[in-house]
């Protein structure tokens, strides 16, 4: 009896956990549209086909989202060489506050926007922030929900670049 109790606590604890929705590692990451701040289009993958992409899910009320964002505008700058690029997808917020909050911040990537949400059902995010590391090949190699330091960040990070020659 005390073992059947203890696997139903276990079954119990699992069930309570949050699902991991969204692309899988190694599956192809979604296709989208969008317009950045200053209403250019971007198309996903076709517009970074061959470079390994960081995508960030963000919004101006999110805690972490600005710390996040300055870290990941920092690896950007370090590995720009490299082809590394960075789109930060701002989940369902107007134009007016997406642009303000990334002047604040001074951040050097475009910021686009998903003010229906589209983007980010298709990426399942069920939370902010939100980081995507897509290789060159357009395939996901890694995922960060919520903030994340330097080291966590590269690690991921060094899933998608190309090899050091």
Request: hydrophobic letters at 45%; a positive charge.
């Amino acid at each position: 009896m005390r073992s059947f109790l203890l696997a139903l606590g276990c079954a119990l604890l699992a069930a309570c956990g949050t699902p991991d929705t969204g692309p899988k590692m190694g599956s192809a990451a979604p296709r989208f549209e969008a317009t950045d701040l200053d209403g250019k289009l971007h198309r996903f993958p076709e517009d970074f086909a061959g470079k390994p992409v960081i995508l960030d899910f963000w919004a101006d009320w999110c805690r972490y989202c600005a710390n996040s964002m300055t870290q990941i505008d920092r690896l950007q700058r370090e590995h720009a060489a490299s082809g590394l690029v960075v789109l930060a997808v701002n989940v369902a917020q107007d134009r007016a506050t997406a642009a303000a909050f990334v002047a604040r911040l001074g951040v050097g990537y475009p910021a686009l926007l998903d003010p229906d949400s589209k983007i980010t059902r298709q990426y399942g995010v069920q939370g902010l922030p939100i980081t995507y590391f897509i290789d060159r090949e357009g395939r996901i190699g890694g995922k960060i929900l919520g903030e994340a330091d330097q080291k966590l960040l590269m690690s991921q990070l060094n899933r998608i670049l190309p090899p050091a020659r």
